[in-house]
């Protein structure tokens, strides 16, 4: 009879913490979508109006949510953010009700994370390089979609829900092997080419 090799990775835990990834991050993404759509609401109001977490030239709330890339769509953006993250709780408390899924919905589900996560970055870049200022608050949904993106693509894979080709099957191993050592260099990487494009301003303190 063969035998199975024995799992070495720390995969396995991924299952029943996964509710858990989606209901925390989605909370943290709700709750800062929250604030962004209410502060944008009042420079609607107000156009004098200064958010809570315009700090200085670089984090500056206020130049991110009036510049043109704050409402891409025709609304604010931070609205996706209401109805997305909400979503991602949803699906996070229907799994930790018990819930399972067919294999359609897992493949909508990497197809709306890939678009998101796709979204949160370019916004980012645009406010990096193009606005030259900075939200917390969307920095902050940047971080807990990589996450949710990063975890939530393993454990598709791991599932069995998104098949890979042979040739990947190695790779998918080594990232869940190292995932929290892939996760940690991809967000310092982020933070480096931030830091590195504001060292203008920042470097002054240091």
């Given at each position: 009879m063969q035998k199975t090799a024995?799992?070495?990775?720390?995969?396995?835990r991924l299952a029943p913490l996964m509710p858990y990834i989606l209901v925390i991050g989605g909370f943290i993404g709700l709750i800062c979508s929250?604030?962004?759509?209410?502060?944008?609401?009042?420079?609607?109001?107000?156009?004098?109006?200064?958010p809570g977490c315009t700090l200085n030239p670089v984090i500056s709330c206020g130049s991110v949510m009036r510049s043109w890339q704050g409402s891409v769509f025709g609304f604010p953006n931070p609205w996706?953010?209401?109805a997305g993250?909400?979503?991602?709780?949803?699906v996070g408390m229907a799994m930790l009700a018990g819930g399972r899924f067919r294999r359609w919905f897992w493949a909508c589900f990497q197809i709306g994370m890939v678009l998101a996560l796709g979204f949160a970055y370019w916004l980012l870049w645009q406010s990096v390089y193009r606005i030259k200022a900075l939200c917390p608050y969307c920095l902050s949904?940047?971080?807990?979609m990589t996450v949710m993106f990063w975890y939530g693509t393993l454990y598709v894979v791991r599932e069995g829900h998104l098949?890979?080709?042979?040739?990947?099957?190695?790779?998918?191993?080594?990232?869940?092997?190292?995932h929290l050592e892939i996760l940690a260099t991809w967000i310092l990487l982020l933070a480096g080419l931030i830091l590195q494009h504001f060292w203008y301003f920042y470097g002054q303190y240091l």
């Open positions: 024995p799992e070495t990775d720390s995969s396995p929250f604030i962004i759509s209410y502060d944008k609401l009042k420079i609607v109001e107000d156009p004098a109006f200064v996706i953010g209401l993250f909400a979503i991602l709780i949803t949904v940047d971080t807990v098949p890979l080709p042979r040739r990947l099957i190695g790779t998918a191993d080594f990232a869940r092997r190292y």
